[in-house]
């Protein structure tokens, strides 16, 4: 039988250990198979992501931990240039980093502009389960994360440096997010029954003006969770996915019966009829419907995202409107 959430909690939580459930050790040890869940997110760390909450849903914990983990066990990865401690800076040479969380009921958590955390997703998880706020931001979140419990992270990465210094030279604000370019982990689940939750946490566009804040972590752009109807999150140009309110859009067309692709398109559709002649700037969106169906759907070709569910894990190409050229 699985551990309790509150034990699981005890034991288990990134919130409470600043650790992760992850990797091999992880799934040896799953004691329960979580039959009729599902668990999509964003780009190939998706997989490493998904492994993540699998494991954490297989060892007892809800689907609110679950997407917490998943998407925690990527912030931990600096070799992961978008996502956490290891992504690449703003224009200033800042790395900061924006998160979200949603429950099955709607609850919400964020947290945007913040330096210095490992997890972004667990202090915007705390923000929902100990404030009467939904977000904090810059130095206020910081110092309410200091105060709670969180402890700060120096980063240096002489890498990660070099190439910022680099593009200090011609200082040309390139948005390009692709495959071998894109940002952010966004994630959404079900258990097996039926209650969903989602996250999302970033470091945001490479090079952007110190605090910018792109859609990640805004509840209705990078990430919307209705228990009733089904979850949404968004990965690409942030500006883009906050002018049509990204993920509730894609919320509302399946509450009004879209499948959850066709409404992944639709809101693609709105970004591409919002912005006529736009180039190299990719949107996609991940859709999860309350009975478990999914769908996915991209500006351009090149936008993939992990699919678990309880036969296996799979990198899945999204559909979309154009190649890249
Ligand atoms: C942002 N949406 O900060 C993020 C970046 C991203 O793939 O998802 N890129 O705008």
């Given amino acids: 039988m699985g551990r309790t959430r509150r034990e699981f909690l005890k034991t288990g939580s990134a919130a409470a250990l600043g650790t992760v459930l992850a990797g ?6 799953i004691l329960s198979r979580p039959a009729g869940a599902k668990v999509i997110s964003t780009w190939q760390h998706g997989l490493q992501a998904n492994e993540a909450a699998w494991n954490t849903l297989g060892n007892g914990g ?4 679950a997407v917490e983990l998943g998407v925690a ?50 202090i915007a998880r705390a923000v929902m389960e100990r404030t009467p706020h939904v977000m904090l931001v810059g130095e206020g979140a910081e110092r309410w994360a200091l105060e709670n419990g969180f402890t700060r992270k120096e980063v240096d990465l002489p890498e990660v440096r070099k190439a910022w210094q680099e593009w200090l030279k011609t200082s040309d604000y390139k ?6 370019n894109h940002d952010t982990i966004g994630m959404v689940g079900v258990d097996a029954s039926g ?11 490479a090079y952007k003006v ?64 919002q912005n006529p002649g736009l180039k190299d700037h990719q949107v996609g969106f991940l859709a999860l419907r309350a009975d478990g169906a999914h ?17 296996g894990t799979e990198l899945v190409k999204a559909t979309f409107e154009q190649k890249w050229e």
């Fill in 24 to 29: 091999p050790a992880a799934a040896r040890g």
């Fill in 62 to 65: 809800s689907i609110l931990d």
């Fill in 73 to 122: 066990a990527v912030e931990s990865d600096l070799t992961n240039r978008s996502v956490g401690l290891g992504g690449r800076p703003d224009r200033d040479g800042h790395v900061t980093l924006d998160a979200c969380i949603q429950d099955h009921a709607g609850r919400a958590g964020a947290v945007a502009f913040v330096e210095h955390f490992e997890h972004p997703i667990s």
């Fill in 175 to 180: 948005p390009v997010v692709n495959v071998e």
């Fill in 195 to 205: 209650r969903l939750a989602g996250s999302c946490t970033t470091s945001g566009m």
């Fill in 210 to 273: 110190h605090g910018r804040v792109g859609d990640s972590p805004i509840i209705g752009a990078g990430l919307f969770v209705d228990g009733e109807v089904g979850a949404a999150c968004a990965t690409g140009t942030g500006e883009l996915v906050i002018r049509i309110a990204g993920s509730h859009t894609v919320v509302e067309l399946m509450r009004q019966g879209m499948e959850p692709d066709a409404a992944c398109r639709e809101a693609v559709h709105r970004i591409m009829k």
């Fill in 295 to 311: 769908g996915a759907h991209a500006i351009y070709e090149g936008f993939d995202f992990a699919l678990t569910t309880d036969s």
